[in-house]
């Protein structure tokens, strides 16, 4: 595969190859140096998420009240 930018490429471990982490109390959070991601997995508690904004303000400056985005 080229490194154009924009290809993405999945690949499936074998099965021997199993990441030993238990997903009910840990996130995969990643990020990129150079040219390689990299993932680390962190408590779930400990990870900020994304939030959702329900309702602002009368001129949108400011979230009266959120809730946090569904995984």
Do not use: H
């Not at 030993?20 to 993932?39: C, L, M, Q, Y």
């Not at 408590?43 to 979230?63: A, G, P």
Request: hydrophobic share 35%.
């Amino acid at each position: 595969m080229s490194g154009s930018a924009g290809q993405v490429r999945a690949v499936q471990p074998r099965a021997g190859n199993r990441i030993p982490v238990d997903f009910d109390k840990k996130i995969g959070v990643s990020r990129v140096e150079g040219d390689k991601i990299i993932t680390e997995f962190k408590d779930r508690k400990s990870v900020v998420r994304m939030q959702i904004c329900l309702k602002w303000n009368f001129d949108y400056t400011e979230c009266l009240n959120w809730e946090e985005a569904p995984e």
